[in-house]
Nanobody, 115 residues
């Protein structure tokens, strides 16, 4: 079993910053991908950013240049630094970890950006 503990969400004004963290623990042998997804009300869950064990990173076009994902393999922790936040970034953000072909999800953390 794998546990994911997220932290760092909250309420911020447009233009502000937040940093999300997600620590993985449990039956971890080899994490392939760590990343963040988000889901806004009435919308489908979408990928925000992901980083592979080899350091390859991809971002959603909507967050390129504003968000930065990083990963500490020794701590099995992934971070998402979010700058220049916009109201349209408001969503529940979910940590995702892929081990071999199995996906594990965090409980979600609310990010609200006021205009």
């Amino acid at each position: 079993q794998v546990q994911l503990v997220e932290s760092g969400g909250g309420l911020v004004q447009a233009g502000g910053s937040l940093r999300l963290s997600c620590a993985a623990s449990g039956s971890i042998f080899s994490i392939n991908v760590m990343g963040w997804y988000r889901q806004a009300p009435g919308k489908q869950r979408e990928l925000v950013a992901g980083v592979t064990s080899g350091g390859k990173i991809n971002y959603a076009d909507s967050v390129k240049g504003r968000f930065t994902i990083s990963r500490d393999n020794a701590k099995n922790t992934v971070y998402l630094q979010m700058n220049s936040l916009k109201p349209e970034d408001t969503a529940v953000y979910y940590c995702n970890v892929r081990i071999i072909t199995t996906d594990f999800w965090g409980q979600g953390t609310q990010v609200t950006v006021s205009s």
